[in-house]
């Protein structure tokens, strides 16, 4: 059946979601009545797409911690750097905490939690993802100061810096609007006798055009943005730092070029999968074995996509010397604890003073530059 086209009577009016990670419904021929079957798509999501977000939400949640507990107990935010990274760690973590009830939805093939959940669980999804896009583009345009106008940014960095919490308000409160949609349109609803949870538009309304403005939005806000913000900033930080006199600068630009490839690896192929989707909306006598394709091609480029929230904390973060240091410190004070609860004569005293005298000794280098740690 791959070769013949498939006529839609209802075009998407089913269960598709704001990343393309629902169900997909049956699509079915007006020449004899023929069917089009989805079905062993469905059943490769249903065992792909469980696994993999778990593993994803497990890692993701594991770094992305270790992010948080190292600024809030070991290295205090000195750089809008480090602002941002804190930010992206939490918008990282609220995001995969809702990737466990898109994986029971996928191996149930059907939603089985409520109306309201449905719509939180949409919105926290959506905003999430966006806010840690934003903030990437963020990051870049704050390394792009600190290096390529590091002789005129010193004021600039300090008044930025003063007013950080309005900035992530902003940041914020951007990805809310952007995503302000998903809390509208998503519902829970019955699709061919399983309930579903995916935009529903009003009968009267051009759902074709709302599909289509829907995921403008996503592909503007949650790559191109993005995707622009580093390829300017980080082709002028090259080359500022290929100009530079410096022993380390090697180790630098690789970390930019691993930056920009993970992101790309990671984002232009779901985004490319967005757009056919994107492209399709609409249009008759799709044939049936490009459906499947495309079907297969979401569920992967989608996980593949997620992934990014995993490898952050190591882009951004671990691959700084100053991270693995806290890092180690972490471990070592959670060694301690355990110890001191099996022998409760034990002592940690040693061991909490050299955190501290390492703290501040750190704290002092971050006060002469502190922008530069995650190069």
């Not at 093939?109 to 966006?130: D, E, P």
Request: charged share 15%.
């Amino acid at each position: 059946m791959s070769g013949e086209a498939v006529n839609f009577s209802t075009v998407f009016n089913f269960d598709e979601d704001y990343f393309g990670s629902g169900n997909t419904s049956d699509y079915s021929f007006d020449d004899d009545t023929l069917l089009c079957s989805l079905q062993e798509v469905r059943t490769f999501s249903g065992l792909f797409v469980p696994v993999a977000y778990s593993l994803i939400c497990v890692f993701g949640l594991l770094g992305n911690i270790l992010v948080v507990v190292t600024f809030a107990f070991y290295k205090k935010a000195k750089s809008m750097t480090d602002v941002y990274l804190l930010n992206m760690a939490i918008a990282d973590i609220l995001f995969v905490l809702t990737l466990p009830f898109w994986a029971v939805s996928h191996a149930t093939g059907k939603w089985v939690f409520s109306n309201a959940m449905c719509k939180l669980m949409k919105g926290v999804y959506a905003v999430n993802f966006n806010c840690g896009m934003l903030l990437l583009a963020c990051i870049s345009m704050d390394r792009y100061v600190a290096i390529v106008q590091a002789t005129k940014s010193f004021r600039l960095r300090s008044r930025t810096l003063a007013h950080r919490g309005l900035i992530c308000v902003v940041v914020w409160a951007a990805s809310v609007l952007i995503s302000g949609w998903t809390f509208v349109f998503n519902q829970k609803y019955s699709v061919q006798g399983s309930d579903v949870c995916a935009p529903r538009y009003h009968e009267r309304s051009d759902p074709i055009k709302w599909k289509l403005l829907m995921s403008a939005l996503q592909l503007l806000f949650g790559f191109f943005i993005p995707l622009a913000f580093m390829i300017f900033c980080y082709m002028f930080i090259v080359k500022t730092l290929v100009q530079a006199q410096n022993s380390k600068r090697h180790k630098a630009i690789r970390v930019v070029v691993a930056v920009v490839l993970v992101f790309l690896a990671c984002q232009v192929p779901h985004n490319v999968a967005l757009l056919v989707t994107a492209a399709q909306l609409g249009r008759m006598n799709r044939s049936c074995h490009g459906q499947k394709v495309l079907g297969y091609s979401t569920s992967v480029t989608e996980v593949l996509a997620f992934l990014h929230c995993c490898l952050n904390p190591v882009l951004y973060a671990f691959i700084g010397q100053k991270f693995r240091s806290y890092f180690l410190k972490i471990v070592k004070d959670l060694w301690c604890v355990r110890r001191r609860q099996k022998a409760p004569g034990f002592s940690c005293s040693r061991l909490h003073s050299e955190t501290f005298v390492s703290r501040q000794n750190s704290e002092t280098v971050d006060n002469e530059n502190a922008s530069s740690f995650t190069m």
